[in-house]
């Protein structure tokens, strides 16, 4: 009964109403609510590199503040999930696949490793493949399976998108992202 009773407390509700009419309704579980913060944390950053000039030292800094923010967010908002499920393992995988690639992403900034900076779109989606096929395969879930195939396949299609490579990876992930939390998928 607790269990029900701390998820009925996590449910956020989102309404957006113009004069008195609902346009649009959603309840959001604490699994969704992460899905939309890395929604969002994604669009801004993966947006921001493709379209506007800001020194790459300058978006390193900010983005690695930003994506240890999303990695704290995740943590709490999933800790009593997790820690209900027993699925700790899965939460402590997607923090190491989050500080590595801000830890990969910045060195090749900082100490200019040439070879990953022109490849930053590949080690995202590669990094977020892993992880939604390790907690696919831990969950028996069809639906994250196919969104880490999917990310898989993003990789392989980055050369015939050459000069937009980071929208296409914000597309790919936050579109794999807010359908993840907009729909109900399969998971043991």
């Known amino acids: 009964?607790?269990?029900?009773?701390?998820?009925?407390?996590?449910?956020?509700?989102?309404y957006l109403k113009i004069?008195?009419?609902?346009?649009?309704?959603?309840?959001?579980?604490?699994?969704?609510?992460?899905?939309?913060?890395?929604?969002?944390?994604?669009?801004?950053?993966?947006?921001?590199?493709?379209?506007?000039?800001?020194?790459?030292?300058?978006?390193?800094?900010?983005?690695?503040?930003?994506?240890?923010?999303?990695?704290?967010?995740?943590?709490i908002l999933t800790h009593?999930?997790?820690?209900?499920?027993?699925?700790n393992w899965i939460l402590y995988l997607w923090v190491m696949l989050m500080v590595s690639g801000v830890i990969l992403t910045d060195c090749s900034i900082f100490l200019g490793w040439g070879w990953l900076l022109i490849h930053l779109s590949h080690l995202w989606?590669?990094?977020?493949?892993?992880?939604?096929i390790i907690t696919a395969l831990g969950l028996s879930s069809r639906a994250l399976l196919?969104?880490?195939?999917?990310?898989?396949l993003g990789i392989f299609s980055l050369p015939y998108v050459m000069g937009w490579e980071f929208l296409a990876t914000a597309g790919i992930m936050v579109v794999s992202l807010l359908v993840l939390a907009e729909t109900q998928w399969d998971h043991s």
């Open 1 to 14: 009964r607790d269990i029900y009773c701390q998820e009925y407390q996590s449910l956020v509700s989102l």
């Open 19 to 75: 004069a008195g009419k609902t346009l649009y309704s959603g309840l959001y579980s604490c699994l969704d609510q992460v899905f939309i913060i890395w929604g969002l944390i994604v669009a801004a950053i993966f947006v921001t590199a493709q379209f506007l000039p800001i020194s790459w030292t300058t978006q390193a800094i900010v983005w690695s503040i930003l994506t240890l923010a999303g990695t704290l967010s995740m943590m």
């Open 80 to 87: 009593f999930w997790v820690k209900q499920q027993q699925l």
């Open 125 to 132: 989606l590669g990094l977020c493949s892993l992880g939604y």
């Open 146 to 152: 196919l969104v880490g195939l999917g990310h898989l």
